[in-house]
């Protein structure tokens, strides 16, 4: 009781097939929808609605074996506008046509209703290789059909499956007729790809994405091809441009994202693999481990495949059961150019038995391809580095602070992340010192009204921001970044822990380091390089560096893998050419002998650059060298790299170092001021704790003026303006009782 009999889907097809071809079918069809009709209300009204998804689906169903086009395409939008969820899921041409397969009663549907179903048939058996025989000859009679629609749809499901079948020549053939529409580009593009052919492969590709541009008439986010050769145009790219390829390949992988795509595996394996063309080894391993593998689409797990023995050979081994599965089926059901790859990828698996190697080698001669498995040569790390690097390839014064009354100071406290700052005014005493100060305002500090902020302190004051509330209520705070930037060298900053005690804040920038390693070279970066932006290294009780890290660093250190990465002697000429590349980007010392030739040389300056930086009271002199003379990076005498690359003044350049030169030239420079004598450590640097034992410095360094460079550390250049004599001087000598009074002026 309460159980319904329901006769079996195959069994009810084949009656219902007999059935529409009696004279009585009409009838029937409308007694059925007299006594179950679709609708709720059998008078139709805005409000109406079907009773449910399935008597929508017997509407379906009715229509196709009543072969009536135009009731199939006017239940299909009913369909979509109340069950569109469940009618996209739902398969309908697999449960009316395919249950059973009937050739003859298949044949004497409209050919639009066949194109449609022939499309869900052949895609579903190719994604799980199963035979394709069903279809072969029915497709091969649609050869000629002069159709505008259905024509080019169902010569594509041919050519697609004469070429997973190895017959290149004949899908090509075929082709022809259809040079209008996109796909036939792409195929075509495919079969070039196949047959070796790279550049005629890309530009066939190119030709499909111009033709679907123009068929979407989108500007932007236009879809990328859904058909599963799709995948082949990146191995295209990478074979074409190598580790040039990666922006476009990403580009076409974030598409399909968008897109939706069902060979979607198969893209982010390409995904994966352009992270590892960029040496980001990390992320490609860890996106190949989300790729799904389990149930695979054929054509996705192939190239995810492929990807996988050019990114790491040896992980191939965990895919060896469900690639020799998919290799069987293959072979059995007729699809030989996959069986032949699939073969290839598991003759590059140790171990396996000789018959992969040998059919892989025996068919893909027969079927005149190129295998793709040597599209791509797996790459030692340090191939895959240098390879990443070769796409990587006048400053303001500081014034000093004003001599008045008042003068603003900051006290900060660069020893961990949370940055502090706070500016403070300080008033001179009497005895000439300066007050402890008291805190200003960042509203009053941003809008510029103290008289005595210096255009450092203005240029700190417009990184101020301002957040406003509800009320009228408003947050003032610093972009820490840009409040960094812009404190590079401020003469008076002090500890926030020891307000009296001054602190320094200089601004280096990374460089990349080529150094000889073992019967090779090492390549690295002098800091650690982890996210674009500024970051604060401390250098001294009281000294900070600012790094200021950019995207360009950040990109080389990625391709480094963030780590020093050792080169083979036998690299060196590529290695030349990528240091060549990157000297626009970063500074680079190199150990390496000889010159890329293709960088103009130029003569090393090995003149002495003297610093002075003001700190609180006092002043630090530190020494440097200046290869490229007038611009370019400093670097200590003797010591760094020899040979340095850099881009000056637009122009790529090289000099080689004479590093005994530079030391010996800073050894007379400090031989000859007895001021730098007592405090000489070996470091280039000395601290000046009063002006005036800094007067007596540059009066020495005057002497040696034509061999050295005096300058703040920004450029500004230092002299002594004037030097006293006896000639400014006037004295009166006048008797006082028993003493005599003295007095006078000197004019400077």
């Known amino acids: 009781p309460g159980q319904k009999l329901e006769c079996t889907r195959p069994l009810l097809n084949i009656v219902s097939r007999e059935a529409a071809d009696e004279k009585f079918f009409p009838t029937l069809v409308k007694a059925i929808e007299q006594e179950l009709p679709l609708f709720r209300y059998r008078h139709a ?28 395409n006017e239940h299909i939008q009913i369909g979509l506008k109340h069950f569109r969820q469940q009618l996209m899921s739902f398969e309908l041409y697999h449960t009316t046509c395919r249950e059973p397969f009937d050739l003859s009663w298949f044949s004497r549907l409209p050919t639009v209703i066949q194109a449609a179903a022939l499309d869900i048939f052949v895609y579903a058996d190719i994604h ?23 024509g080019p749809l169902l010569r594509d499901l041919l050519t697609t499956t004469l070429v997973l079948r190895g017959e290149l020549d004949e899908a090509a053939a075929i082709l022809e007729k259809d040079l209008d529409v996109s796909y036939a580009w792409v195929r075509k593009g495919w079969i070039a790809l196949l047959r070796g052919e790279y550049t005629t492969a890309a530009k066939h590709y190119e030709k499909g994405r111009a033709l679907l541009k123009t068929s979407t008439r989108k500007r932007k986010n236009i879809p990328y091809f859904y058909h599963f050769s799709g995948l082949f145009y990146p191995l295209a790219l990478f074979r074409l441009r190598d580790v040039a390829a990666v922006p476009e390949v990403l580009q076409i992988v974030n598409q399909t994202e968008k897109d939706g795509n069902e060979y979607l595996e198969g893209y982010l394996s390409l995904k994966a693999l352009a992270f590892a063309r960029q040496n980001k080894m990390v992320e490609a391993r860890a996106l190949l481990a989300g790729v799904p593998g389990h149930h695979p689409i054929a054509p996705s ?92 390839g006048g400053k303001e014064k500081r014034a000093k602070p004003a001599e008045k009354e008042t003068r603003l100071i900051w006290e900060v406290n660069f020893d961990n992340s949370n940055y502090y700052f706070q500016p403070k005014e300080q008033r001179r005493t009497k005895s000439g010192g300066w007050t402890s100060g008291r805190q200003v305002a960042l509203k009053r500090l941003k809008s510029g009204e103290l008289a005595c902020m210096t255009p450092q302190d203005r240029s700190i004051a417009e990184t101020i921001r301002v957040e406003y509330y509800y009320y ?78 950019t995207e360009q660093h950040k990109q080389i250190a990625d391709s480094l893998g963030n780590k020093a990465i050792r080169i083979p002697a036998h690299a060196r000429e590529m290695l030349q050419q990528v240091i060549a590349r990157l000297s626009s980007l970063v500074t680079v010392h190199s150990a390496i002998e000889g010159s890329e030739t293709a960088i103009p040389a130029v003569d090393a300056d090995a003149r002495i650059h003297i610093h002075l930086l003001p700190v609180g009271d006092g002043f630090r002199l530190e020494t440097f060298v200046r290869p490229f003379a007038s611009a370019g990076p400093y670097f200590r005498p003797g010591a760094g790299g020899e040979n340095i690359f850099a881009e000056i003044e637009g122009r790529r350049v090289q000099t080689r170092r004479d590093l005994a030169a530079e030391a010996a030239q800073a050894r007379r420079v400090i031989e000859a001021c007895p001021s730098l004598h007592n405090s000489a450590d070996g470091s280039g640097e000395w601290m000046l704790t009063d002006p ?5 410095a540059l009066l020495e360094l005057e002497e040696i003026q034509e061999q050295i460079t005096l300058e703040w550390p920004e450029g500004q250049k230092l002299q002594i303006s004037h030097r006293a004599s006896f000639e400014q001087l006037s004295l009166r000598i006048q008797q006082d009782n028993d003493w005599f009074a003295l007095s006078g002026e000197l004019k400077l």
């Open 45 to 72: 009204s805005y409000f109406n609605y079907p009773e449910n998804f399935r008597r929508c689906v017997r509407q379906l169903r009715l229509a196709i074996l009543a072969r009536d086009v135009e009731k199939l």
């Open 128 to 150: 799980q290789l199963n035979p394709l025989d069903d279809y072969l000859e029915h497709l091969d009679s649609f050869r000629e059909l002069d159709e505008p629609r259905n």
């Open 301 to 392: 797990y192939l190239v995810s495949s492929l990807a996988t023995y050019w990114i790491s050979p040896q992980s191939l081994k965990d895919r060896t059961s469900q690639l020799t599965a998919l290799y069987e089926k293959a072979r059995k059901n007729g699809y030989r150019w996959i069986a032949a790859e699939l073969a290839g990828l598991l003759a590059a698996i140790p171990h396996q038995p000789a018959e992969y190697r040998r059919y892989h080698e025996e068919t893909m001669a027969a079927l005149s391809a190129n295998s793709l498995t040597t599209l791509i040569r797996p790459e030692e790390e340090w191939e895959r580095c240098l390879k990443a690097l070769t796409l990587l």
């Open 472 to 549: 009228g209520r408003e947050n003032l705070y610093f972009d820490t970044e840009k409040t960094l930037l812009a404190m590079v060298g401020h003469p008076l900053l002090f500890s926030a822990w020891s307000p009296n005690t001054p602190v320094e804040l200089v601004k280096e920038s990374p460089q990349l380091l080529v150094e000889r390693s073992g019967q090779g070279y090492e390549i690295k970066f002098s800091v650690p390089i982890q996210e674009s932006g500024v970051r604060i290294v401390k250098v001294g009780p009281t000294r900070y560096s600012l790094l200021e890290i």
């Open 692 to 696: 005036e034992s800094c007067l007596q």
